[in-house]
């Protein structure tokens, strides 16, 4: 069974210029999320979908970031323009909840992947 | 969902049990405890989900007193290869938010 794939693993690129992270989740999993993580602010969420649409997006730090799901199978993670405060290593995690909201039928386990390692010069 | 708090670090032998404890003190009704392990360079990799009382899986068991606010996980007869980081998080549907963790380092 193949897990959670992201690409790319390791991405180095100067300051100003646009990265595009992405991922594709397990196959039936109904729920991606984009952690990042760093050793100041260990594993933050970013962006969490259901079913393809944005659920919570209140940990994107700023409109640098963006993030789409255009189907099931694929989500990206854009940062336009890229800064040094930005490296990272971002993870992609997918799952199956059965019931989303207030009354989640159970927590819901997370699959990551990889997770893709950003520097910015 | 709120951070939760648990011990920087642990220090262990092979062989040995070790009890990893969590305070859920912002806990809310619908949400579940989870934890969580994680090797450099990797991602988190699931352990285990309670809700309350007793959950024991393959790898690790799982106390939830009644008050929901805390929790200990339980890992009979760590190895070396147990050395990690162990988050404990309150998930509900799936979101969670990772506390600062705790590294277990397991030593021969």
């Known amino acids: 069974d193949a897990g959670v794939i992201q690409s790319p693993r390791h991405e180095v690129t100067e300051m100003g210029q646009e990265v595009t992270l992405r991922c594709k989740p397990i196959?039936?999993?109904?729920?991606l999320f984009w952690y990042r993580q760093t050793m100041m602010r260990g594993l933050e969420l970013l962006i969490y979908f259901n079913n393809n649409v944005p659920i919570d997006d209140s940990g994107m730090p700023e409109d640098r970031f963006s993030a789409k799901m255009p189907n099931a199978s694929f989500s990206t993670l854009k940062i336009q323009p890229s800064e040094p405060r930005d490296s990272a290593v971002y993870f992609c995690?997918?799952?199956?909840?059965?019931?989303?909201?207030?009354?989640?039928?159970?927590?819901?386990?997370?699959?990551f992947g990889e997770g893709s390692r950003l520097t910015v010069l | 969902l709120a951070k939760t708090t648990q011990p920087i670090s642990m220090d262990s032998y092979e062989g040995q049990e070790v009890n990893i404890t969590c305070s859920h003190n912002?806990?809310?009704?619908?949400?579940?405890i989870t934890w969580y392990q994680q090797f450099p360079s990797q991602g988190p990799r699931f352990i285990i989900q309670?809700?309350?009382t007793k959950v024991t899986n393959e790898v690790a068991s799982l106390f939830i007193p009644a008050d929901r606010k805390s929790s200990t996980l339980s890992l009979p007869r760590v190895s070396l290869s147990d050395t990690a980081v162990y988050y404990c998080?309150?998930?509900?549907?799936?979101?969670?938010?990772f506390g600062d963790g705790t590294t277990l380092t397991v030593k021969p």
């Open positions: 912002n806990i809310a009704t619908n949400d579940y």
């Open positions: 309670g809700y309350k």
């Open positions: 196959s039936g999993h109904n729920s």
């Open positions: 998080l309150d998930t509900n549907a799936g979101k969670s938010t």
């Open positions: 995690a997918s799952s199956y909840i059965f019931r989303t909201g207030g009354l989640g039928q159970g927590g819901g386990e997370l699959f």
